[in-house]
């Protein structure tokens, strides 16, 4: 049986190969990161894309306006907390701005600069769902949280924001840490090892040194709005239990049929406001080892249709299927 | 639930507090080659994690990953074989993948589609299909078991599960796989 078994997935699978394209992929992660590091604390380097992978059936503005449009409304009832911090190394100042948190992410906004030149030219990328970032990144990086032990590099993202029309200002970046599980008030560390940009297609590295400590102060004011409602699907049934808004973004948590949670439809899977306004769904993961839980994040930064809350809501829409909210 | 990597290749779930080395100390390690790795082995782990995730754009980051962190690891332990160790490093990958929404963690509606339209032109995916709809945990034993061919206490030791779990997932896999493979093909020993 096993042989049959094999044979007939990889009749299925034949046109599946790790192709010369994903092996250069692999070389130039492992060029990237292949110089030593001053401090290899860091926890598992993630090159080029790993953080930056942000889509959306409706992501098409570019991340820029998507997170300044979402913290600018964000702001105007709410303040983050100053930070001002700055290290230098290697040429390369990295500055920790600002922090914002709420029940489920903690937002770090912060700025890289050359010392040496005025300008930093980076180029841009765009990500399948047309979402343009700069072309850069850390190489390793790791934070160490209020109340946790252990360092979280899972469970964070770091995005450079794009540079259209911006050459003269520093890059900007912004990381979203997964908060649910550390303290709410504390003092954390972040450490980022090494940083690597592309200019005109030439991949640039620094091998520099970045260490902050800051305090973390988030309120527990995440939003969350029980459901409880479920749906038939071909796959089965599902729940969806709760939303949870967060400052900048959106993410429900779903129970139920595994393979229908996994299987929908993206095209017609999302937030649908009052204003009539969608934000599409952008990833699933399990939340729990048996699989009951599964929590489902939408478009990131709203969109870029700034802070909203559970009032601003009128239903989810799964593969099609209107489950009211309000 | 918080999983999380560290830099010299272990994986550990912190609730259990049970870091599970994946490499060994450098003197222990046997040389890795990543160019006859990527060309030996980059297409079975990409079918394994392919059938593993039901996401080939998702399987295609996870074996990158899978090499990456090979390579960071400087080798593997001569007490097993390479593509064992390479099968290992990608499984865990895979479940972290599935367990974080946060880390390119996409479970892209339109994956399966996708998936089964790019994949084959007009084999039959019926088996595929019926793999995919188990859970991940009896995905994994149903793969290693029938498509990779390791024995139940070879998948403990890759799972870091007991041996009776595996016997037990594989047990329930089938229950779960019968019915679906009734009108196709299915011998009770699968």
Known sequence: MRKIFREECNAALQNVTFDNRQQKAVRMRVERCHKPRRRMRGMVAVAVAAALTFSGAFAVQAVRDNIRNTMASWEDT?????????????????????????????????????????????????NRSGTQYANAGFCDWEFTIPDQ????????????????????????????????????????????????????????????????????????????????????????????????????????????????????????????????????????????????????????????????SADDVQAVVFAGQEIPVT | MQYFFHCRGLIGRKEEGTMREITAPPSMREAFDLDHAMVAYGTDLLRLCTLYLGDRTLAEDAVQDTFFRAWRSGGFRGESGEKTWLTRIAINVCKSYLLSPWHKRRADGEALAALLADASDGADDTLIRAVLSLAPKYRAVVLLH?????????????????????????????????????????????
Request: with cysteine.
């Open chain 1, 149 to 308: 032990k252990t360092q979280l590099s899972h469970g964070s993202n770091i995005s450079f924001l794009s540079v259209n029309g911006q050459e003269d200002a520093p890059l900007e970046f912004l990381i979203r840490l997964s908060a649910t599980d550390f303290a709410l008030t504390g003092e954390a560390s972040a450490l980022f090892n090494g940083f690597w940009y592309e200019a005109d297609g030439e991949l640039q590295e620094l091998d520099g040194c970045w260490e902050f400590t800051f305090p973390v102060d988030r309120n527990d004011d995440g939003e969350t709005l029980l459901v409880g409602k479920s749906i038939q699907t071909d796959a089965g049934t599902v729940t969806l239990d709760c939303l949870q808004f967060s400052a900048l973004d959106i993410s429900a948590e779903w129970s139920g049929a595994n393979e229908a949670l996994f299987g929908w439809d993206q095209s017609n899977t999302y937030l649908l406001l009052k204003s009539g306004e969608r934000i599409g769904c952008q990833s699933a993961g399990i939340e729990d080892e048996n699989g009951e839980k599964t929590r489902m994040e939408f478009a990131p930064f709203n969109n870029g249709l700034g802070h909203i």
């Open chain 1, 78 to 126: 709410h303040t983050g907390t100053a930070l001002g911090l700055s290290q230098s190394d290697a040429g390369l100042t990295v500055t920790l701005d600002e922090i914002y948190g709420d029940t489920w992410y903690v937002y770090l906004k912060g700025t890289v600069a050359s010392e040496t030149e005025k300008t930093m030219r980076v180029d841009n990328w765009t």
């Open chain 2, 146 to 190: 029938y498509y990779e061919g390791y024995k139940a206490r070879e998948i403990a030791q890759l799972l870091h599960v007991r041996t009776n779990t595996v016997v037990s997932r594989l047990k329930r896999a089938r229950e779960q796989l019968k019915p679906m493979l009734k009108e196709w093909y299915y011998e009770e020993n699968i």
